[in-house]
């Protein structure tokens, strides 16, 4: 089983940029496609960007493309999600998740596990 442990969240002023990372113990996070979700207080849980096992495949939500991007260092046992131009809508807890099956995947219940959150604030 793996634990995943979101780090560099924060406070940021508008048009500011933020890298997140997503990083693994138990296992090595090459068995895994990752998603980025975000909710944000008083709205359902969203899909953000995902990266397949590989690494070749990306998917981003529209409301972000362009702006966010997530790559990986397997190496490293690191997923970063790289967030540029935000806004205060982009305000929200940021979470990653694990699947196993190497494509990525949009669906939250897709993802077997997920880690605890870190808190972005964008100010306007």
């Known amino acids: 089983q793996v634990q995943l442990v979101e780090s560099g969240g924060g406070l940021v002023q508008a048009g500011g940029s933020l890298r997140l990372s997503c990083t693994a113990s138990g296992r090595t996070i090459d068995t895994y496609s990752i998603g980025w979700f975000r909710q944000a207080p008083g709205k359902e849980r969203e899909f953000v960007s995902g990266i397949s096992r590989s690494g070749r495949s990306t998917i981003d939500a529209d409301s972000v493309r362009g702006r966010f991007s997530s790559s990986r260092d397997n190496a490293k046992n690191t997923v970063s999600l790289e967030m540029n131009s935000l806004t205060p809508e982009d305000t929200a807890v940021y979470y990653c998740?694990?699947?196993?099956?190497?494509?990525?995947?949009?669906?939250?219940?897709?993802?077997?596990?997920w880690g605890q959150g870190t808190q972005v604030t964008v100010s306007s």
């Open positions: 998740a694990a699947r196993t099956i190497r494509l990525v995947s949009s669906v939250a219940s897709d993802y077997e596990y």
